[in-house]
């Protein structure tokens, strides 16, 4: 059995950040990861991928690249975790006993919770900016538009970067807007979610850009079925249970997501399959010496790479404390943000905290459209990403 004093499931942006960081607070600290993946990417980008501005190419690095220097990669997916027995197997049949445990695989993507949606993702004008196999296929569809119906979908189900169905959804409006085509096309979303936005203060400028840009929404709408060679897409109402099948030219579709099964099946998860934690200090209810952050926790606020910024030196500061006999003091305020695409140039850089309290940086009103926030998203949040988070220094 191999043995860590600390031991990472998952090195995507959660898992590197906390190896990055736990060494440069101490380089002596035993550290392994857990992860299959050969490459990483920042998947914020895959919007821009999807809308024309960013090649999916330039969204990653080699893994490998990324590995602090002195942390141990196992390069297999964890398939068991007993936290009686404090160890991790492997899908190999290698099992890890650890000290102290942080979970962080990211979300499951569950294309088949949608009927029709994994057979027909990437042909019938199904696209998804979720798969990096399928982001170009986005902007394919855009690019080639020639008018009809474009439909923009968001599930019943929690998501990674809760902003991304409707931002492609605007670069794809301002498109049509630039190729002369949008007189002949109509713009349709439909959210499971009961509005836009969560937050009232940004809520009012999407709806304020919804109705400027003659954009037709329907809420409490879950995506159930796509008839991907007669390009129909049936809606169920979340709470009356009536269905709704629109034709469509093309569709944008976000599909269900959800903790991985491995956590699911495990005595760490809480009802609904997440890991179980405070929301505070990211320290397991029942299990101590477990932390968890990222989209697989079941921390009540959005998952995006700006939350686990905050919520990375949480759990360091209260992991290094409880291996020095110490307990917890370091707190998370539910800090997450979402930069809002608009169009091609704008975005509304969304900031708040628990519930839904806007927790801005900038000295300026952050819900006004602003050139210079969408600079910030293309140019200054990845390189804040690569030479920041990745690197243990932001």
């Known amino acids: 059995m191999e043995h860590h004093q600390i031991l990472i499931i998952g090195g995507g942006t959660a898992g590197i950040t906390m190896a990055a960081r736990l060494k440069r607070l101490s380089h002596t600290l035993d550290i392994a990861i857990m992860d299959p993946a050969e490459d990483h990417y920042y998947q914020p980008l895959w919007t821009l991928v999807g809308g024309g501005e960013v090649t ?21 997916p964890a398939s068991e975790i007993d936290p009686y027995g404090q160890t991790v197997k492997t899908e190999s049949g290698t099992e890890v006993h650890y000290n102290y445990l942080v979970v962080c695989p990211g979300l499951q993507l569950d294309w088949d919770k949608i009927e029709g949606l994994a057979d027909g993702l990437g042909k019938y004008g199904i696209c998804s900016n979720y798969s990096y196999e399928h982001v170009q296929y986005t902007w394919e569809m855009i690019s080639n538009f020639k008018g009809g119906r474009a439909l923009f979908t968001h599930p019943a189900s929690p998501i990674k970067c809760g902003g991304a169905p409707q931002k492609i959804m605007y670069l794809a409006e301002d498109a049509f807007r630039r190729t002369g085509i949008r007189d002949d096309s109509e713009v349709m979303f439909r959210s499971a979610n009961p509005s836009i936005f969560p937050v009232e203060k940004y809520s009012r400028t999407l709806d304020a850009v919804i109705e400027r840009r003659d954009i037709r929404t329907g809420f409490k709408k879950d995506l159930v079925k796509i008839d991907g060679p007669n390009k129909k897409a049936t809606f169920k109402h979340v709470e009356t249970g009536e269905t709704e099948t629109l034709d469509y030219d093309m569709i944008h579709v976000v599909p269900y997501m959800s903790a991985p099964d491995f956590i699911k099946g495990s005595a760490i998860a809480d009802g609904a399959g997440w890991v179980d934690v405070d929301a505070s200090t990211l320290q397991h209810k029942k299990f101590k010496n477990i932390f968890s952050l990222g989209d697989a926790s079941n921390l009540p606020t959005s998952k995006t790479g700006a939350a ?6 949480v759990v360091v500061s209260n992991l290094h404390a409880l291996i020095k006999g110490n307990a917890p003091w370091r707190r998370y305020d539910g800090y997450t943000s979402c930069p809002l695409v608009t169009g091609y140039g704008s975005l509304v850089m969304a900031e708040f905290k628990y519930d839904n309290v806007p927790s801005e940086t900038f000295p300026f009103n952050q819900a006004k459209e602003r050139r210079s926030m969408y600079i910030m998203k293309k140019y200054g949040l990845p390189a804040m990403y690569w030479h920041g988070m990745m690197k243990g220094r932001m």
């Open 56 to 76: 999916k190419e330039e969204t990653g690095r080699k893994e490998a690249t990324l590995i602090p220097k002195g942390v141990r990669w196992y390069k297999t």
């Open 308 to 313: 686990i910024r905050k919520q990375a030196p």
